[in-house]
């Protein structure tokens, strides 16, 4: 999902990205999959505001961090948010131009079980 808003201070997109667990049996938890995410995209430029802390998202536990790209004026920020579910390495990513955006977007975020 993105907005496409014309003002850059209300431009956001968010994605969920689903990787089946038996396709990476080295992963052991949340916290070393999101690290090895945040560390690949240190490796692309962006630099990390907050290392790996839990957060619960609509009552599943997830982990965190945050990482920045970009110069001043049109900094964007990036909150990924990793858990195990089903089977699956299951990740939200949230992208805005503040922290502050990331966690409103977060905050609309909910997940409904499967009947």
């Known amino acids: 999902m ?3 808003a014309k003002n850059w201070q209300n431009k956001y997109s968010i994605a969920i990205l689903a990787d089946a667990l038996s396709a990476n049996p080295l992963i052991h938890s949340p916290d070393q999959y999101l690290r090895s995410v945040r560390h690949q995209f240190e490796k692309e430029g962006l630099v990390t505001v907050q290392e790996e802390s839990p957060i619960e998202i609509s009552g599943l536990r997830f982990v965190q961090a945050t990482m920045k790209s970009g110069g001043p ?3 964007h920020f990036q909150g990924m948010y990793t858990t195990f579910l089903n089977g699956y390495i299951v990740s939200l990513q949230v992208e805005a131009p503040s922290q502050a955006r990331v966690k409103e977007i977060l905050a609309m975020v909910t997940f409904k ?3």
Request: glycine share 12%; aromatic share 0%.
């Open 113 to 115: 079980s499967p009947r």
């Open 73 to 75: 004026g049109l900094a």
């Open 2 to 4: 993105e907005a496409n």
